[in-house]
């Protein structure tokens, strides 16, 4: 089943008289997935967006509650859990397995966190399979394929002129329904293709968990300028601080993106910071995404979607440091 | 620049052998165009020095990470990196006897497609005003006569209209916080941003908060930016951040005079002396 590509605006705008529809849009200037409809152009370039998508099901700042206090007394308490239907559409298979980790984060293990579980329960994710990679890509070496995702619940297959359709779920094959008019029953043949910047993650979850005090953390976090470019423009990193808000006797709690790269993230309340260096929180950040993540969820937490590669501003390189490791001596 | 890449190995062999530093900071090859910063300790490792038009980051801020260094620190300094370490030396973050400067003169940098950087192009001192010793030739001095004219542009706007513009600005910050971890002239020890039992940044992004960052940034850095771009350079969402920083440079001009900051050593930032013929007007 196929759809012309010049009908695509109409599909997205039927979907959206029903959800809200992110796109990856050019909007002033910045490629991010974005309502459609809103300002800014549609944007499949080769290059990933720049920002990921993660703050549709993880909002860089969420309301989780309001309050209002007499005293020490709480007279109201409201839980703001808001939600309505959304498409991901364009997901790359990066930015798809990136929404896969944050699933195992926020629902398994016996805790399911109810702010992403309605938003992830609202979410119809429409996948593209990349037909050119950037020089940073590099997601067929940590488990992902710039050709698609099983886990989508449509995976489109850019044919140049047209999208193949295939749904993979029920809720994508529901949708799909509603795009009959549009369709035709073709079938074209699809091209697969790789990514070149390639690293070998063969054995290495395995080898850094004997190097938490390997001199290679002093000599790679020596460059870290400790900005948190990498961890926001990461679609995995989900880390988060709570706080409030309180204006006379109304409040409101939010949570918020945090960074490990920052050095606030974890100071204790006496003042004391078990990671004082920038050494402690590059080998927090890389073992997270390396090794802690795989032991837990068995999945390796850095996608290889190749953000960070591309925009830290000295080049500290996830995907150097992975050929690095692979080349040093396990430290006795 | 390979002469001269060949010259700076030769200087870096040359002190790091005779012991006149410990170590030194320079620029070595990433994965694709990148130079990211290297820290050299030995002599049979100077060849990883590298000197070409993608050594694009600033290296000065790296003193602040070795502040009682065991022997003198070698770092290379391009006209913004020289500024850099007199702007630290100034702010009495580093020792100057405590650094060994490596001049090199510079024509700019481009980023991987070969287009100069907006930083290079708005760069007024190619030749580091400081150093102890200088590689090459001296380059001639470009300036910048477009220096102040986005200031003219944005002054020209109503207030609405500016308040609008700079929401738009910061309403697209991400707070990932680059623009000061590179930022020479931000070298409190501890941010007010991470002051957090204080209170004076909320952790949430949104317009406000961003714009209470980004201004209060700025004013804390008036009198003291070096205009070395590197702000806007690693900026993820490109915010035009000079713009802010180079109005508040325009200001102080017409206040107390003309001041390039990290330029020369004795001169210090107006904002960090008392004049009595300093103006009055606006307190």
Redo the contacts between chains.
């Keep these: 089943m196929q759809f012309k590509k010049s009908d695509l605006p109409k599909i997205l705008d039927s979907m959206a008289k029903e959800a809200t529809v992110l796109a990856p849009m050019k909007v002033k200037g910045n490629s991010k997935f974005a309502p459609w409809g809103t300002e800014g152009e549609l944007d499949f370039g080769a290059q990933n967006v720049l920002l990921p998508p993660k703050d549709c099901l993880f909002p860089q700042t969420e309301k989780m509650y309001r309050f209002e206090t007499d005293g020490l007394k709480v007279n109201d308490f409201e839980v703001i859990n808001e939600s309505r239907p959304t498409v991901l559409f364009g997901l790359k298979g990066c930015d798809m397995q990136s929404i896969l980790c944050m699933d195992d984060v926020f629902l398994t293990k016996g805790y399911v966190d109810d702010f992403y579980k309605k938003k992830r329960d609202d979410l119809l994710t429409v996948c593209i399979n990349c037909t050119t990679v950037a020089k940073e890509c590099f997601c067929d070496s940590m488990g992902g394929s710039p050709n698609g995702h099983a886990a989508a619940d449509i995976q489109l297959y850019d044919l140049g002129e047209s999208y193949q359709v295939k749904a993979q779920t029920e809720k994508g094959q529901k949708a799909v329904d509603s795009w009959q008019q549009y369709c035709n029953k073709d079938e074209g043949e699809i091209k697969e293709i790789a990514c070149e910047l390639k690293v070998d993650m063969d054995g290495v979850p395995e080898k850094l968990a004997g190097m938490f005090e390997h001199p290679i953390w002093e000599e790679i976090s020596r460059k870290c300028v400790g900005c948190g470019i990498c961890t926001f423009l990461c679609p995995t990193c989900y880390c988060f601080d709570i706080d409030t808000t309180k204006d006379g006797a109304e409040g409101t709690k939010f949570r918020c993106w945090d960074s490990c790269m920052f050095s606030e993230y974890t100071r204790m309340a006496g003042g004391h910071n078990p990671r004082p260096s920038k050494k402690e929180r590059v080998r927090n950040r890389f073992l997270h995404k390396l090794e802690y993540f795989k032991e837990r969820y068995d999945k390796n937490l850095c996608v290889g979607c190749g953000r960070c590669v591309a925009k830290c501003p000295v080049n500290l390189d996830i995907t150097s440091f992975i050929d690095q490791v692979k080349e040093v001596a396990s430290h006795e | 620049m390979s002469q001269m890449q060949e010259e700076l190995r030769q200087k870096a062999k040359e002190l790091l052998e005779k012991g006149e530093v410990r170590y030194i900071i320079g620029w070595g090859k ?3 165009h ?6 050299i300790y030995q002599a049979e490792d100077v060849d990883k020095l590298v000197w070409d038009e993608y050594c694009v ?1 600033n290296l000065g ?2 003193l602040l ?1 070795d502040k009682f260094p065991e022997g003198k620190i070698g770092i290379c300094v391009r006209g913004c990196d020289s500024r850099a370490v007199v702007r630290l030396v100034q702010d009495k973050q580093v020792k100057r006897e405590d650094v060994c400067l490596i001049g090199l003169p510079c024509t700019g940098k481009v980023d991987q497609e070969g287009r100069e950087l907006v930083k290079c192009r708005d760069c007024m001192h190619r030749n580091p005003p400081v150093y102890d010793i200088v590689l090459g030739e001296p380059v001639e001095e470009k300036g910048n006569p477009d220096r102040f004219k986005r200031v003219e542009e944005l002054e020209k706007l109503s207030s609405d209209e500016k308040y609008e513009y700079w929401s ?1 600005v910061f309403d ?1 910050c ?5 623009c ?3 930022c020479p002239a931000c070298n409190c020890r501890e941010c007010f941003v ?1 002051q ?1 039992r204080v209170g004076w940044q ?5 317009c406000m908060q961003n714009q209470i960052f980004g201004l209060t940034r700025a004013y804390h850095i008036a009198d003291r930016c070096i205009e070395c771009g ?1 702000c806007e ?2 900026c ?3 915010l035009p951040l000079m713009e802010l920083n180079r109005k508040l440079i325009k200001d102080l001009n017409s206040l107390f005079g003309p001041y390039e900051a990290g330029v020369n050593p004795d001169v210090k930032p107006p904002l960090g002396e008392y004049r009595l013929e300093d103006p009055e007007e606006y307190m």
């Design positions: 990433g994965r694709f990148h130079r990211p910063p290297i820290f980051a801020k790296y990470d738009n697209k991400i707070r990932c916080y680059a000061r971890n590179v991470d957090y909320g952790k949430q992004k949104n590197e350079r690693v993820p969402v490109g």
